[in-house]
């Protein structure tokens, strides 16, 4: 089984659109399909699916009010079966540790070909961890400033994720990272080859271990939102910056226009690849659901899954001034280099005020949603 998680470092990228049609795709082509639907406490994608009154989803399960098997949903849609997210259940954004650890062992016993996980927006430790589960996770991306900056943040991170798990607490490495977890500075000064190189001065053994894991690590990016063939050279910048900071080699899966169908469908409630499979949207889905089906599939070799641990490498609030300090040294350069325009300049002001509305509101929902779940007699 090909698990084939899909992330993105900026919410609104068509990440959904994406895993949806996709998996339908990969169907049609007689692969055996689960989709699910990890996006927890914004769980749409159902919608995206056209299917409507689902009783059953992966909140149900992990309160255990229902088992595994019983939330998983034959679809119309040849040789995919759904597994539904859950966003009325308050606290399922941020899975506790053994939460995890049982989803993911119930997951990797399915009986599939394709294993398609639509992951939520952002850089939190689950989304990376669930992330982490397959060498070749996919990125969404669009050719805006903001997403393009967050599309790198997410891979910076996911890499410090995979460094940090390799080094138990009390190892010379994990020492190292406790040591750097409170120096957000000088963390953003290093980058992946001297940071190796200092390690494996502490720590051989345990680097060695990660190398070998790293060496595995083959992410791939789809530029999706464009509306013009130079666009598609943001996605040059991100892999190139990929390249020189993180030694990642990133695979660039393909390019989606952005077209006005998409919008129809949803509204119509059907993929777009049902709706109109001669679409730009549909077409370049089908090329990319080929190159997933005839590129070899890479796995962590020798590794069976490990359940996740509480130990991580930045507590919530350094993530947040990381994530920041990482964005804003990647726009140095940027500016520096002379690749933004004013124009841009003003797109990321507009987009920084645009995004702040919506965590208010989003914040304001979540807020209303826990009182009402107070009052149901749910324990928060």
């Known amino acids: 089984m090909q698990i084939i998680p899909i992330a993105s470092g900026k919410g609104g990228v068509g990440k959904s659109l ?143 994720r995979m460094m940090c798990s390799s080094f138990p607490a009390k190892s010379k490495g994990g020492i190292f990272f406790e040591k750097l977890k409170n120096d957000v500075p000088g963390m953003q000064r290093l980058y992946i080859p001297s940071i190796t190189q200092e390690l494996m001065s502490l720590d051989p053994e345990n680097t060695n271990k990660f190398l070998n894991k790293f060496s595995h690590f083959k992410p791939r990016i789809i530029m999706n939102m464009m509306d013009d063939p130079k666009d598609a050279e943001k996605a040059m910048k991100i892999r190139r910056s990929a390249k020189q900071y993180l030694n990642i080699d990133l695979e660039h899966l393909g390019v989606i226009y952005t077209d006005a169908v998409q919008d129809k469908a949803l509204s119509s409630r059907l993929p777009v690849i049902r709706y109109k499979p001669q679409s730009m949207i549909s077409q370049a889905i089908y090329r990319i659901a080929d190159k997933l089906i005839q590129s070899e599939a890479e796995n962590y070799s020798g590794e069976d899954f ?70 149901q007699g749910f324990k928060v």
Do not use: C, W
Not at 320 to 337: P, Q, R, V
């Open 18 to 160: 994406i895993a949806a049609n996709l998996a339908i795709a990969l169907g049609q082509a007689g692969k055996r399909v689960v989709l699910a639907d990890l996006d927890l406490g914004a769980s749409n994608l159902h919608l995206v699916l056209g299917i409507q009154g689902r009783k059953n989803g992966i909140g149900t399960f992990l309160t255990k009010a229902a088992e595994f098997k019983d939330i998983i949903i034959e679809t119309e849609y040849e040789n995919v079966r759904f597994i539904p997210g859950d966003s009325e259940i308050p606290g399922f954004a941020a899975l506790k540790i053994y939460q995890r650890n049982s989803l993911v062992k119930e997951l990797l016993k399915l009986e599939a070909d394709f294993l398609v996980l639509d992951l939520g927006a952002g850089t939190h430790l689950g989304i990376l961890d669930f992330f982490l589960l397959s060498p070749q996770g996919i990125i969404i991306t669009s050719p805006s400033v903001t997403s393009t900056l967050d599309a790198y943040v997410f891979l910076k991170n996911i890499v410090f």
């Open 306 to 375: 490990q359940e996740f641990s509480d130990y991580s490498f930045m507590s919530a609030e350094a993530e947040a001034e990381t994530d920041f300090k990482s964005k804003m040294e990647y726009l140095d350069d940027l500016i520096g280099g002379e690749v933004l325009s004013s124009g841009e300049m003003s797109e990321i002001i507009k987009s920084q005020q645009f995004e702040i509305n919506v965590l208010r509101n989003e914040n304001l929902l979540l807020k209303t949603k826990i009182a009402k779940a107070l009052k």
